[in-house]
């Protein structure tokens, strides 16, 4: 990973880039979004890394973040597997990052 766009909770997003060329630390992936990570897919090349235990620690709900979540997990194809609800602040590695600066 190369670089990371960071999606705080107060809608704020950056890109953000590792302090290592060769890309993030663990560590350094949990300084942006907590103690314990998880990385999911999120289609079109990208990743979305959160805290692994956001919802059950009571972190607040990031709106932009569950908008890009939406977009990527339709509830009408996933509605199983979406409860379209993403807490935090996250990164998004991966591709075109660029575009959902926007």
Same mark, same amino acid.
């Given at each position: 990973?190369?670089?990371?766009?960071?999606v705080k909770v +107060?809608?704020?997003? +950056?890109?953000?880039? /590792?302090?290592?060329?060769k890309g993030?630390?663990?560590?350094e992936l949990q +300084?942006?979004?907590g103690d314990r990570i998880e990385i999911v897919p =999120?289609?079109?090349?990208?990743?979305?890394?959160?805290?692994?235990e956001?919802?059950?620690?009571? =972190? /607040?709900?990031?709106?932009?973040?569950?908008?890009i979540w939406k977009e990527a997990y339709p509830i009408e194809q996933f509605p199983d597997n979406n409860d379209e609800l993403i807490v935090g602040d996250i990164?998004?590695?991966?591709?075109?990052?660029e575009e959902l600066l926007k």
């Open positions: 990973m190369k670089k990371a766009l960071l +107060s809608g704020e997003k +950056s890109i953000v880039y /590792p302090r290592l060329k993030f630390e663990y560590k +300084s942006f979004v =999120l289609g079109k090349g990208r990743e979305l890394i959160c805290h692994e956001g919802k059950l620690i009571g =972190l /607040p709900k990031n709106e932009e973040a569950t908008r990164l998004i590695t991966g591709r075109n990052l």
